[in-house]
């Protein structure tokens, strides 16, 4: 078996941002080979924005790696004749431009199919290919207005909470590398075609709105933000501990609870009818979050995370950014590596997940320069440095 999976697989990544090229470095990490088409002297948006260092992109390092670059102008005639050529023997192609910009040049699915009928095409755009709302722009940060998300997320006496990362992004980069390998199962293990697949930022994040949903449409519940609580759980939020640090805690089984009790010197709150069950606890969640809060104020933080491993209770420390690197078991796991760039010197990058026990995926070098690769991609599939093919391209 392959060391990298998806070794043989060809992808051709014409996104921009964040959601569309995180499906080809998904693909990438696992062996695909993945060229990166980019608008001459301008490139993935993502080059210039973001934090940077020595004049390039931080984030750009790890979302475009294992990834080649060429420039290629898709809006003029010799560019979209280039990008035929390049997929005309691809497997995949990643875009993100609105509904009918494709089509517009010349490259909407019937024509890519009708010269590679095995090319699978994921799409992402803000709101789906049809729909009243598809001719609009859309980012991850009105997905997670519009899916629920901000709706119940931040202080109950506070406003709406956007994330501090690209959620529906991610989300949407996570769902588009799982279709795509649906597609490519279905394309070559059950002989089907190659297929169009329409990922919305927005309902990607859905699915994981759906118990919060669901307590609308089926109880009439219109659940509001509660700050580090759950509706259904308590006790379940995050605690400081008496050196100013903070720990999270979620007892979401009985027994974890019953555990807790014991650890903080309060074994009869297993049988006060206040707290003896889930239920009664979120119904009394402001009193048992003082009696379990008042008790982590007394101590310091390794004190607090100590006493709850030794009593199997499920807590972990709220780690501001230097204590994700330095936290032993992400070392001991390997979970960052480090990897040289030649601008930036050394990275420590998250590896790459989920972790494949024969086919492990591995980063093997960070994102190219704009249109680095141009010579040997354009020499590969016969296309002339001005971006024309070299000979007609024919359907495979």
């Known amino acids: 078996m392959s060391e990298q999976v998806l070794a043989g697989r060809r992808v051709v990544d014409i996104a ?62 010799a560019g979209v004749a280039a990008l035929k050529r390049l997929l005309v023997r691809a497997d995949v192609l990643v875009e993100n431009f609105r509904p009918g910009t494709l089509e517009r040049w010349g490259l909407g699915p019937d ?18 290919q049809d729909g009243p709302y598809s001719a609009r722009p859309g980012f991850g940060t009105i997905a997670e207005a519009m899916s ?66 669901l307590d609308w449409d089926q109880l009439g519940l219109d659940l509001r933000r509660r700050g580090n609580t759950l509706s259904h759980v308590a006790p379940r939020t995050a605690y400081e501990c008496g050196d100013g640090q903070w720990i999270a805690l979620s007892a979401s089984a009985q027994s974890i609870f019953e555990r807790l009790a014991e650890a903080i010197g309060r074994p009869e709150l297993v049988r006060d009818a206040r707290f003896s069950t ?11 979050d003082e009696i379990v ?7 310091p933080r ?51 997940t ?17 249109g680095q690769d141009d010579a040997e991609v354009f020499a590969e599939f016969g296309i002339d440095p001005a971006g024309s093919p070299s000979s007609p391209v024919t359907p495979g």
């Open 16 to 77: 921009t941002l964040i959601a569309g090229p995180m499906i080809a470095q998904r693909l990438g990490d696992f062996g695909a080979d993945v060229i990166k088409v980019e608008q001459p002297g301008v490139g993935d948006h993502q080059r210039s924005w973001g934090s940077q260092k020595n004049g390039s992109s931080v984030y750009w390092a790890s979302i475009s790696r294992n990834k080649h670059s060429v420039a290629l102008d898709l809006r003029r005639p």
């Open 111 to 128: 024509v890519l199919h009708a010269l590679n009928p095995g090319l699978v095409i994921a799409r992402v755009t803000g709101y789906g």
């Open 148 to 213: 629920g998300f901000s709706h119940m997320t931040g202080p109950a006496d506070g406003p709406p909470t956007l994330p501090s990362m690209p959620l529906a992004d991610g989300v949407a980069a996570l769902t588009g590398a799982f279709a795509v390998m649906l597609a490519l199962y279905h394309r070559d293990v059950n002989g089907g075609p190659g297929q169009v697949i329409d990922i919305s930022l927005a309902e990607s994040l859905l699915p994981l709105m759906e118990p919060t949903l």
């Open 278 to 288: 889930n239920a009664a606890r979120v119904n009394n969640i402001e009193l048992i």
């Open 293 to 299: 809060g008042g008790w982590m104020a007394t101590y």
């Open 302 to 352: 390794e004190d607090v995370l100590r006493r709850m491993e030794e009593a199997q209770v499920a807590v972990g420390p709220v780690y501001d950014l230097p204590g994700v690197y330095d936290d032993p078991h992400f070392k001991a796991r390997g979970s960052f590596v480090t990897v040289d760039d030649p601008l930036m010197g050394p990275m420590r990058l998250v590896a790459v």
């Open 354 to 370: 989920p972790r494949l026990s024969s086919t492990p995926g591995r980063i093997r070098h960070t994102g190219p320069a704009l």
